[in-house]
Nanobody
Framework: VQLQASGGGLVQPGGSLRLSCVASGFSLNRYVIGWFRQSTGEERETVACIASNTGSDGSATYAGSVRGRFTISRDDDGNSAYLQMDNLKPEDADVYYC??????????????WGKGTLVTVSS
C-alpha cells in the first residue's frame, strides 16, 4: 500500500505547478484525499481535501490561504489525485504531502500518507 506524490519543483511567483498523487495497493475511490503542507518546525496544514465520488459528492474544501488559487481533483479510474496550484506565492513554498482516509474528513490523522514533494517559489 503506497501513495506517491510528485510534481514539486522550483517556480517563480505567479507561476503554476501541478502535483500528482498516485495510489498503489489499494483503490482510492472510497477514500477522502487530502493535500497537506509542512515546513520544518511547523504544524502540518491541510491545504485541500476532496470527498469520494462513491457514496459522497466529491466536494472539496480549501484552506483560506489557497482558495481561488489551488484546485484539488481526483481521477478514480487512474487511482490518482491532483493539486493544481496557480498564482503561487513565496509563502506557498513548502513540502507537500498527499494522504487518504477511508472514513471521516481530512485531519492530522489519515490512513495513508505519501512522501512529500518539495515546492519552492522564488524569483
Amino acid at each position: 500500500v503506497q501513495l506517491q506524490a510528485s510534481g514539486g519543483g522550483l517556480v517563480q511567483p505567479g507561476g503554476s505547478l501541478r502535483l500528482s498523487c498516485v495510489a498503489s495497493g489499494f483503490s482510492l475511490n472510497r477514500y477522502v484525499i487530502g493535500w497537506f503542507r509542512q515546513s520544518t518546525g511547523e504544524e502540518r496544514e491541510t491545504v485541500a481535501c476532496i470527498a469520494s465520488n462513491t457514496g459522497s459528492d466529491g466536494s472539496a474544501t480549501y484552506a483560506g490561504s489557497v482558495r481561488g488559487r489551488f484546485t484539488i481533483s481526483r481521477d478514480d479510474d487512474g487511482n490518482s489525485a491532483y493539486l493544481q496550484m496557480d498564482n503561487l506565492k513565496p509563502e506557498d513554498a513548502d513540502v507537500y504531502y498527499c494522504a487518504a482516509k477511508r472514513y471521516g474528513w481530512c485531519s492530522s490523522v489519515m490512513d495513508y500518507w505519501g512522501k512529500g514533494t518539495l515546492v519552492t517559489v522564488s524569483s
